[in-house]
């Protein structure tokens, strides 16, 4: 039963962790928005800050069912509360990627690589989030609480969704810039162009099929991770914070 109690308490510290990290991405999403320059980016950022808060939201009913019966122990000045201030827990992970993030963004640079800086960013956070609620979402479903872990679950899969939707984002521009050079290349008709992006050959189809082949490099490092975590750690309930959940829909 201890173990239980134990499990439970942790459970308690990484919905608290989760729910600062959500309370710093609201903080943290509109200067990415008014940072971002292409449309779509920005218009997937705002929706992704209208998602936020309802995750808050959804932390909130966790956390108040969490504490239906039993006062975690944690608050008594447990373990974890030494370690981590208890209700007053402040995410330091999501801080320092946040911060990180926010350094880049003080740079002058161009509006491309800044988009580019922000998806990378952007995707750091949603990484974070994902580990975070698969790894509660196990804890919840070991522990048998199923309202909380359905809760989790709606969360984590729409981590995965934003996560996937600046995927595309990444490879789309990818595609962009490949387009953009392909068209120089074309246009210019010489050698120059060709070698301009490093290759031997002339001609704007070189350098798309070039980036083409870089970008289905990129899907699949991303695509085949959280099943490769899976698969490489065995079936322990923190690996479970990298498996895909199959449908996207909660029961
Ligand atoms: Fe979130
Ligand atoms: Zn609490
Ligand atoms: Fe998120």
Do not use: W
Not at 135 to 153: H, K, M, Q, S
């Amino acid at each position: 039963m201890e173990k239980m109690n134990d499990l439970r308490d942790l459970l308690h510290h990484e919905v608290l962790d989760l729910t600062s990290a959500e309370e710093q991405i609201i903080a943290a999403l509109p200067k990415m928005i008014e940072k971002a320059t292409n449309a779509g980016l920005k218009k997937a950022l705002k929706n992704h800050l209208t998602v936020t808060q309802a995750q808050r939201k959804r932390l909130e009913k966790v956390h108040q069912l969490l504490h239906k019966g039993k006062t975690p122990k944690e608050e008594k000045g447990g373990l974890l509360a030494k370690l981590f201030g208890g209700e007053n827990h402040k995410c330091k992970g999501t801080q320092g990627i946040i911060e990180e993030g926010e350094k880049i963004m003080k740079e002058e640079m161009n509006p491309e690589v800044m988009d580019a800086a922000i998806i990378a960013s952007a995707q750091k956070i949603e990484h974070y989030e994902i580990c975070g609620y698969g790894t509660a979402r196990a804890f919840a479903e070991e522990l048998g609480l199923r309202e909380v872990a359905d809760l989790l679950y709606q969360t984590l899969n729409e981590e995965y969704e934003a996560d996937d939707i600046l995927t595309e984002m990444a490879v789309n521009r990818l595609n962009k810039e490949a387009e953009i050079a392909g068209k120089k290349a074309t246009g210019k008709g010489n050698e120059n162009a060709g070698k301009e992006k490093g290759s031997k050959q002339v001609g704007g189809k070189t350098t798309a099929k070039a980036a083409t082949s870089k970008n289905t490099a990129l899907q699949n490092a991303v695509s085949k991770t959280p099943a490769a975590k899976t698969k490489a750690a065995g079936k322990t309930a923190t690996t479970n914070g990298g498996k895909r959940a199959p449908a996207k829909k909660s029961r």
